[in-house]
């Protein structure tokens, strides 16, 4: 299982002040992390100029040309293995202003073993 460690902001949420939550606002525009109940777990990148080594990435890249949401996709994604994946954290918008904290975070790869688990 292949990770990836990402320095990225957290903040503490409001009406929880002992839960922090990361929102990865420092993410390039393809490059996306996938919440599993409200826990960043997986990273992926969608490039659709280069076909991927995962299957699982290229049929992404082949929803969405064809019009379909990625929000849709992962949560559909998750609810085959039985989990409630999300590409937003829910919390965004309950942050607490001047709790910002930099943190690295150390996230699985999304890949075909990923979905075949």
């Known amino acids: 299982m292949s990770r990836i460690k990402l320095e990225t902001e957290s903040y503490l949420i409001k009406g929880n002040e002992n839960e922090r939550f990361f929102p990865f606002l420092e993410l390039e525009l393809n490059e996306w992390i996938i919440y599993e109940n409200d826990t960043p777990k997986y990273y992926f990148?969608?490039?659709?100029?280069?076909?991927?080594?995962?299957?699982?990435?290229?049929?992404?890249?082949?929803?969405?040309?064809?019009?379909?949401?990625?929000q849709d996709l992962?949560?559909?994604?998750?609810?085959?293995?039985?989990?409630?994946?999300?590409?937003?954290?829910?919390?965004?918008g309950m942050e607490v202003e001047?709790?910002?904290?930099?943190?690295?975070?150390?996230?699985?790869?999304?890949?075909?073993?990923?979905?075949?688990k």
């Open 45 to 70: 990148d969608l490039n659709s100029e280069v076909e991927s080594e995962f299957e699982i990435l290229n049929w992404l890249v082949a929803e969405l040309n064809s019009g379909k949401k990625l």
């Open 74 to 92: 992962i949560s559909e994604l998750g609810k085959r293995k039985g989990k409630i994946w999300n590409i937003f954290p829910s919390q965004l």
């Open 98 to 116: 001047t709790s910002f904290k930099t943190e690295r975070i150390e996230l699985e790869y999304l890949t075909d073993r990923t979905i075949e």
